[in-house]
């Protein structure tokens, strides 16, 4: 039973361009959600959060939107880097909870 | 300041054999976690400690999985006797607080293969 879900294992965006990575999720009670960005033998390391009182929240070239009443987030990083390229992760977590629940990751090219 | 650390970075044994995994947590961080990720499939939650005691260990896959933590600080992961359906990549997090507005830290995780 999996309550984040990523549907794009990978996604290849051109440098200079936007890449946006999608999540979904089918808890309600989630309120507070964060990108991890994981590289090769890496652990995943955070990138950025969204409370749910908010839709929008941006930090440099990285902005998540979320919009609660369809269950869905999503990253956008513009301008995309090389060095962009990685999986990314979408975790949620509830009010209640004591752990982050993750999904699938999405495995993103960005070519130079 | 040191982050996640795991130990060993890979292992690979037979199986019926026994592993343990070892993390230690960034320093002062109450909130120690324990996931998984099989097979590029999510990252799953096994279980949570807060200081030396377990908070939640409902995602433990069954009783061949021991965590411990002790005096609250490192933690070990014992599986004994693994199967093949163990392998995966073993990532331990840690975080000061809990619950919304709250990041956790990764280690670099342990990649575990049984054959």
């Known amino acids: 039973d999996q309550q984040v879900k990523q549907n794009s294992p990978s996604l290849s965006v051109q440098e200079g361009r936007i890449s946006i990575l999608n999540c979904d999720y089918t808890?309600?009670?989630?309120?507070?959600f964060l990108w991890y960005k994981k590289y090769p033998a890496e652990g995943p390391t955070f990138l950025i959060s969204?409370?749910?009182?908010?839709d929008k929240n941006e930090d440099g070239r990285f902005t998540v939107f979320l919009n609660k009443s369809a269950k869905h987030l999503s990253l956008h990083i513009v301008p995309s880097q090389p060095g962009d390229s990685a999986v990314y992760f979408c975790?949620?977590?509830?009010?209640?909870?004591?752990?982050?629940?993750f999904g699938t990751g999405t495995s993103l090219t960005v070519i130079p | 300041e040191a982050g996640v650390t795991q130990f060993p970075s890979h292992s690979v044994i037979e199986k019926g054999q026994t592993v343990t995994l070892r993390c230690d947590p960034i320093?002062?961080?109450?909130?120690l976690y324990w996931y998984r990720r099989v097979m590029g499939k999510e990252i799953k939650f096994l279980l949570h400690?807060?200081?030396?005691?377990?908070?939640?260990e409902s995602g433990m896959p069954n009783n061949r999985f021991l965590a411990e933590r002790t005096g609250g600080t490192y933690s070990t992961l014992k599986v004994q006797p693994a199967e093949l359906e163990d392998s995966g990549v073993y990532f331990c997090?840690?975080?000061?607080?809990?619950?919304?507005?709250?990041?956790?830290?990764f280690g670099q995780g342990t990649r575990l293969t049984v054959v």
């Open positions: 320093s002062g961080h109450d909130n």
């Open positions: 997090a840690s975080s000061q607080v809990l619950g919304p507005g709250t990041e956790a830290f």
């Open positions: 975790a949620a977590i509830s009010n209640t909870g004591n752990q982050f629940y």
């Open positions: 969204i409370s749910s009182i908010k």
């Open positions: 808890n309600s009670m989630f309120d507070y």
């Open positions: 400690f807060v200081k030396e005691s377990k908070q939640d």
